[in-house]
């Protein structure tokens, strides 16, 4: 069973940064697509925000582009998600999720990924 952990989130004013992370463990498939999503209070959905996968390109969705930069350390099966000139408008609680895929090719749906991490929150005061 996947489980995936975040770290890292917190409180800070605009324009600063924080590094999010999402330590997995009980992989099993040969690669996974980990996305960040973040959720507004209130709201089912969840908003995409960046996906990595072993031998793809990160990908970025319009409102973070050019201000967070998704990695990964496959030694330590952590993805983290840097994100720097943060605005009001990025205050959530921001998920990482996973699924196992066998080519490096991912949805950002957030019903296509089937594992779950419990959250960190991340609050951007103006």
């Known amino acids: 069973q996947v489980q995936l952990v975040e770290s890292g989130g917190g409180s800070v004013q605009a324009g600063g940064s924080l590094r999010l992370s999402c330590a997995g463990s009980?992989?099993?498939?040969?690669?996974?697509?980990i996305g960040w999503f973040r959720q507004d209070p209130g709201k089912e959905e969840r908003d995409w925000v960046a996906?990595?996968?072993?031998?793809?390109?990160?990908e970025y969705a319009d409102s973070v582009k050019g201000r967070f930069t998704i990695s990964q350390d496959n030694a330590k099966n952590t993805v983290y998600l840097e994100m720097n000139s943060l605005k009001p408008d990025d205050t959530a609680k921001y998920y990482c999720?996973?699924?196992?895929?066998?080519?490096?090719?991912?949805?950002?749906?957030?019903?296509?990924?089937?594992?779950w991490g419990q959250g960190t929150q991340v609050t951007v005061s103006s």
């Open positions: 009980g992989y099993t498939d040969n690669n996974y697509c």
């Open positions: 996906l990595v996968v072993k031998n793809g390109d990160p």
């Open positions: 999720a996973a699924r196992g895929v066998s080519a490096p090719r991912c949805s950002n749906f957030w019903k296509w990924y089937n594992y």
